[in-house]
């Protein structure tokens, strides 16, 4: 308990000055894009933690963000307003597309994630009128305190990490107590859950309008972050790339979410500067290998993602006896 | 819960808390269990015994809620229950274990009991996202509740290390602690001595009878016969699906459809002993 909470307070207190440490527009912008991906991976952590994946996860993400993009443009509502507002809509969907899918086994369940993906960004595409089509939505309004208009990014980097903060902890939250006991007697075994009275299928409808709704708040700051949107990138690669993240950093850890968006996005901006560098007559889909390769080795060395992975190694490094120490490590990573 | 049942007469003549009524199950061509009708009053031990492949675990299935019956009805304090989900099954009383063993391996010993407990606890999504008081509360209860369930089956001291580091014996008493603190009205163990030592199969017998001192209600599938003579107060014989016979273990030893079906092959008297599985009861 205490360890957590000075794991969050040391979290914080890095958060807080790390604007003045990194001062460039680069990186506070890379930033801002690290908290939002870590909210859409928070999601995914929980719905992993039932034992479920989502290939549509980017859909729920763009949903957020055209819906709150289009409340504020076009009814002329405050983004305050409209962020909860099109998060709730997004909740409410993802609870209708549930219905059928989550009566689905894992793995059908997973393809029935990416068929909708798929649809919500083919509509993106074509319904011209409303989304704008491919060439997308302009001059979306900006997040207005009074007085104060939210626009330079180190403002927006202080609300996107207050809200990666309270997601985080809403999680943890939600993965401790009863509820998480029950997540994770789901995830070891549906079958022992149910006997024992785990009302299995309305937990995973829960943890899957939750992990919707974390994207859709990403979704919903990054339209009026970037104000511009296109169906790009809510596309099929993005919802690849927000599952890499969850699974690089840990599937069933919430620290796990924070980890994989900061470590796979690191890791592709490292990769699109570099490889040109020391590879100078390489084209791109050189750099998509080195990026595979790299989580390829992730996955062999931490098999249960980053977050446990550091907890071991700094389990040894504390260590007392390095023989009682290599079992409970190695275990903790198989 | 019925909170009636002392210790002491076995059979009591009041409503069944489990009735079992011309219960069936077709697999393709082949009757899984074959319209079989009994009741279980409350306190009461039932044994379902029976060979291999006699129906008991698919019984178990569709009394529980994790098989639907092709025909026939389970009730529960005369209530009908047939084609509940499992969960409500569980949520109303009715709670069971496995034979192959489902343990929750990644949550510890005191976790996989603490899951027992969700019957009973209320924290729901909010509280628990909120980490209200409440929550917190009902946290440390659950946690005391499952040290309580684990002392009896000797297992408080393993309560922090992770579930999949016991060996299988404990994990089936872990089990049944873990079913234990659910605090069912109606128990069912499906073949509970599996995998224990000569020992921790005596600890079981007894443990099953101080249930009943409790007021809980137990149906075990059983082939251990020293445990089913010891712990039973009647005893149901199901072969090929179909119930054959059913007593007092006395009356059930001595039943010669029984030894005909279950017990045949006794090398005492090889020349008359019916070979087993080869006449099944019309």
């Known amino acids: 308990m205490t360890g957590r909470r000075a794991g969050l307070a040391a979290l914080a207190v890095l958060l807080a000055v790390l604007p003045y440490a990194a001062s460039t527009a680069y990186l506070i912008t890379l930033l801002n894009l690290i908290g939002l991906y870590a909210i859409v991976a928070l999601g995914l952590v929980l719905l992993g933690c039932s034992g479920q994946v989502s290939l549509g996860q980017a859909a729920f993400y763009g949903l957020g963000a055209y819906g709150s993009a289009l409340l504020s443009r076009d009814l002329g509502w405050a983004p305050w307003a409209t962020i909860p507002l099109a998060v709730a809509m997004v909740a409410g969907a993802a609870y209708l597309v549930g219905l059928p899918t989550l009566r689905l086994a894992d793995h059908f369940f997973v393809l029935a994630t990416l068929g909708v993906g798929i649809i919500v960004n083919v509509l993106m595409v074509q319904l011209v009128s409303v989304t704008g089509g491919a060439s997308g939505l302009r001059d979306i309004p900006a997040l207005a305190l009074p007085g104060v208009r939210l626009s330079a990014d180190r403002q927006f980097y202080y609300l996107i990490w207050t809200l990666v903060i309270v997601t985080l902890v809403l999680a943890r939250n939600i993965t401790s107590h009863r509820t998480g006991r029950a997540l994770r007697a789901i995830l070891g075994s549906e079958l022992g859950a149910a006997a024992l009275g785990v009302e299995v299928s309305r937990y995973k409808m829960q943890v899957f309008v939750i992990s919707a709704a974390y994207a859709a708040l990403a979704g919903a700051l990054y339209a009026h972050y970037i104000r511009f949107i296109s169906p790009s990138p809510f596309s099929l690669y993005a919802s690849l790339f927000f599952l890499i993240m969850a699974v690089v950093g840990g599937l069933t850890n919430v620290w796990g979410g924070l980890l994989g968006a900061g470590a796979v996005t690191v890791l592709d901006q490292f990769i699109r500067a570099e490889v040109p560098r020391i590879f100078p007559r390489v084209g791109g889909e050189y750099q998509t290998t080195i990026y595979g390769i790299l989580l390829v080795l992730i996955m062999i060395f931490f098999p249960s993602g980053l977050a446990r992975g550091a907890l071991s190694a700094w389990r040894v490094l504390r260590g007392a006896s390095p023989a009682s120490r290599a079992g409970p490590a190695e275990g903790d990573g198989a | ?282």
Request: charged share 25%; aromatic share 4%.
């Open chain 2, 1 to 282: 819960m019925s909170g009636t049942a002392e210790g002491g007469a076995p059979r009591r003549v009041e409503r069944p808390v489990l009735e079992v009524e011309g219960l069936t199950r077709r697999f393709g061509g082949v009757l899984a269990v074959d319209r079989v009708t009994f009741a279980v009053a409350a306190g009461e031990i039932v044994a379902v015994v029976g060979p291999n492949g006699a129906g008991k675990t698919t019984l178990f299935n569709m009394i529980t809620g994790f098989l639907a019956p092709t025909a026939g009805e389970v009730r529960y304090r005369g209530a009908r229950i047939t084609g509940a989900a499992a969960s409500r099954i569980a949520s109303l009383g009715i709670v069971r274990t496995f034979q192959n063993l489902v343990i929750f391996g990644e949550m510890t010993v005191l976790e996989n009991v603490m899951v027992g407990c969700h019957r009973w606890t209320r924290t729901g999504l909010l509280a628990a996202a909120l980490a209200l008081p409440a929550a917190i509360r009902e946290d440390r209860v659950a946690a005391e509740a499952a040290l309580d369930a684990l002392a009896p089956v000797g297992l408080r001291d393993r309560a922090h290390d992770p579930a999949r580091d016991l060996p299988v014996g404990q994990q089936r008493l872990l089990e049944l602690a873990r079913a234990l603190a659910a605090r069912p009205a109606v128990l069912l163990l499906d073949e509970p001595t599996a995998g224990l030592t000569a020992a921790e199969t005596r600890d079981l017998s007894g443990t099953i009878r101080r249930l009943r001192t409790g007021g809980m209600t137990v149906v075990v599938i059983e082939h251990n016969m020293d445990v089913v003579m010891e712990a039973a107060d009647r005893v149901v014989v199901l072969d090929y699906g179909k119930k054959i016979a059913e007593g007092t273990p006395q009356e059930i030893q001595r039943d010669a459809r029984v030894v005909a079906a279950y017990l045949g092959d006794e090398p005492d008297d090889p020349p008359t002993a019916v070979p087993r599985r080869q006449a099944p009861a019309p």
